[in-house]
């Protein structure tokens, strides 16, 4: 039997965004977002209960709102992790972002990945790579962080800047595309 779009995402193969599996995946999500987003401050602690039940978060971990993500089923926080507004994590493949990391507002992370081709773009056709974020981390407001990207433990990327390749641990980068300024 063929894999199914959702196997062959996790397994980092090309696969159709446009299946009726995932529709009902990120529908799910939609709706947790939705509650987590809607929720006062007070009501929704750290992370929104809905939000809380698809991802995995540790101890101390928060997300402010509004939030979005495509998945949640496949993002990782450890503890004391920091998501200020507007985050948005299209999380097709895993996202783990390490202890005590601090995201700013309007930071994008993104995994997905569209075809170069117009016919299987408009087939919806793409690729999923994962993102790791170390420990301690610091990424500033508005930066993206594109697919297949590793920034490691105690690295800081400059606002608004767009990191498509790896950071290594300690470096400070910034730019567009990020270069490195600084740093371990």
Known sequence: MAPSERQKMAA????VCLDPELEALRET??????EHNSLSPRDRGNIGPA???LLRAGEGARIEAP?????GSNISLGGGVFLNAGC????????SIGSGTLI??????????HHKGAAERRAGLEIARPIDIGENAWIGGGA?????????????????SVVTR??????????????RIGGG
């Open 88 to 95: 948005v994590i299209l999380d097709t493949a895993p996202v």
């Open 51 to 53: 939000l809380a039940n």
């Open 12 to 15: 980092g193969e090309w696969y």
């Open 29 to 34: 999500a939609r709706d947790a977002v939705f």
């Open 166 to 179: 790896d950071v290594p641990d300690g470096a400070t980068v910034a730019g567009n595309p990020a270069r």
């Open 67 to 71: 939030f979005h993500c495509a998945y």
């Open 144 to 160: 993206i962080i594109l697919g297949g990207v590793r920034i490691g433990a105690n690295a800081i990327v400059g606002a608004g």
């Open 104 to 113: 700013g507002p309007s930071v994008q992370i993104y995994c997905a990945e």
